[in-house]
């Protein structure tokens, strides 16, 4: 097949900032690679491990499979632009407000057509919108303030801090190898409005070792959990990335999700552009549709936070239960028996009062 053209449309100029924890897994660069784009993450440190803390204070710090590394999203998007437009694709700035879906084409704000249309565009996405999804419902839906601060003293590596208050919540403190570290906080919205005080306020409690003086560049952003999700597109139109939900309930995780579900999103609008709906949805069915399935079934498991703490204890005990944590929470892996069966031997044991262990519970 010939090349598509592509004109990239976006309401910034780059590089500009965007509001996310940085974080970027071996994951991301596996499809980097397979696009041919190199270079994404040149001049930043390897981080080799990551530390979880879970909401009862146990803590596991192993070594990651494959390094992580922490680039800000003014640095990584400016490239990844880069070379997009080295590949051949147009950059034009644009803020698309209207989308009108019709047989042969869609078109932008009446003046922009397209055969086929990739809503990268955000958990604000206004494609979405267009597609009549609303945003993610409470429950489904977190919110999270980030910055960046000295790095805190210790060696390099990832961490991340469960909270027992306000679960499922968590602050994160990733070095980006320049003497700083992203740092921020999350919680999953319950339909209360959460404060920006309320955010730091937990921020600060779950991360001692950061002066909340010195954290420079806060901002807070939306993340739509993927524990609630749109179809992936209609016609000629598919989403991708925040838009699509595509953020791991469990870890805030989005990068990888952005980047394996943005090239599959292109590939099928390029490749077959009236089906590209359909044919989008069965490669992410194929690729992604078991991983989402477990990470589905782990955030709900996850809502209990002795699970949370089995959790961290199991992956500190068994480098293979860590693992497999690392790649449902990071990449598109998934659970296994082993794993569910070491959690389960470290969750508390229900009190018995009086019973027999045979004895049937109840019937309420």
């Known amino acids: 097949a010939g090349a598509a053209r592509v004109l990239l449309l976006d309401r910034s100029d780059f590089p500009r900032d965007k509001a996310c924890g940085d974080g970027i897994a071996a994951h991301a660069l596996d499809v980097l690679a397979e696009l041919g784009v190199t270079g994404a993450v040149d001049g930043y440190a390897p981080l080799p491990a990551l530390r979880l803390v879970g909401p009862g204070g146990g803590t596991v710090a192993r070594t990651l499979p494959r390094p992580a590394y ?3 999203r003014e640095v990584f998007d400016a490239r990844l632009v880069a070379a997009a437009v080295a590949a051949g694709a147009e950059l034009r700035r644009h803020t698309v407000r209207r989308v009108e879906i019709g047989a042969d084409r869609v078109v932008l704000d009446g003046e922009l057509s397209a055969r086929a ?3 990268a565009d955000g958990a604000g996405s206004v494609v979405r919108r267009a597609l009549g999804h609303p ?8 919110l999270a303030i980030r910055g960046y601060a000295p790095t805190p003293a210790g060696p390099p ?21 320049d003497g700083r570290a992203n ?4 919680e999953v919205l319950r339909g209360e409005p959460l404060t920006r005080a309320h955010l730091l306020d937990r921020m600060a409690a779950l991360l001692p070792d950061v002066d909340p003086a010195t954290v420079t560049g806060l901002r807070a952003h939306h993340l739509p959990l993927s524990t609630h999700r749109p179809a992936p597109g209609r016609g000629r139109v598919v989403l991708a990335g925040d838009a699509l939900s595509l953020i791991n309930p469990f870890t805030g995780e989005g990068i990888f999700y952005a980047l394996r579900s943005g090239a599959l999103a292109g590939a099928a609008a390029a490749g077959s552009p009236a089906e590209a709906a359909r044919a989008y949805a069965a490669a992410l069915r194929a690729r992604l549709g078991t991983h989402l399935r477990h990470s589905s079934v782990a955030a ?12 961290v204890g199991a992956a500190r005990r068994d480098e293979r239960v860590y693992r497999t944590v690392v790649e449902l ?16 031997a470290d969750l508390p044991r229900p009190r018995r009062t009086g019973a027999q262990s045979g004895d049937m519970p109840p019937r309420h």
């Open 70 to 72: 922490t680039v800000p």
């Open 117 to 119: 249309v990739v809503g």
């Open 135 to 142: 945003v993610n419902p409470d429950r489904h839906l977190a």
């Open 157 to 177: 590596e990832q961490l991340i801090v469960t909270s027992a208050a306000r679960w499922p919540a968590y602050a994160w403190a990733f070095p980006i190898g």
């Open 183 to 186: 740092v921020g906080y999350g």
């Open 300 to 311: 709900w498991l996850a809502r209990r936070r002795r699970v949370v703490d089995a959790v």
């Open 329 to 344: 929470g990071l990449g598109d892996g998934r659970l296994d028996a082993r794993t569910l069966m070491a959690i389960g």
